[in-house]
């Protein structure tokens, strides 16, 4: 099992779920990331809205995404978040 799954399905390490996401903490950078439930390492456009309605609504403009890719655990979409 990825990290990412272990950590949401066995460990339910995280703060917040919303419409297939959850909301967590990075172990590794200790920074805020949105993760798609789902074991996939791309987003549709619905869940592509879906992030950016999350990024919008709970992070309140005091974050933007880090925008260089998944590194470390590529098979699973997440996105590490920096505050602005």
Do not use: Q
């Not at 996401?21 to 805020?32: A, G, Q, R, W």
């Amino acid at each position: 099992m990825c990290k990412l799954c272990d950590a949401i399905n066995i460990k339910k390490d995280y703060e917040l779920e919303i419409e297939g996401f959850v909301i967590m903490t990075c172990n590794h950078c200790n920074i805020p990331m949105i993760v798609l439930k789902e074991h996939k390492a791309g987003l549709t456009s619905k869940e592509k809205t879906r992030f950016n309605m999350i990024l919008r609504n709970y992070f309140n403009k005091k974050y933007k995404p880090r925008g260089i890719g998944m590194r470390e655990v590529p098979e699973h979409w997440h996105e590490h978040l920096l505050e602005i």
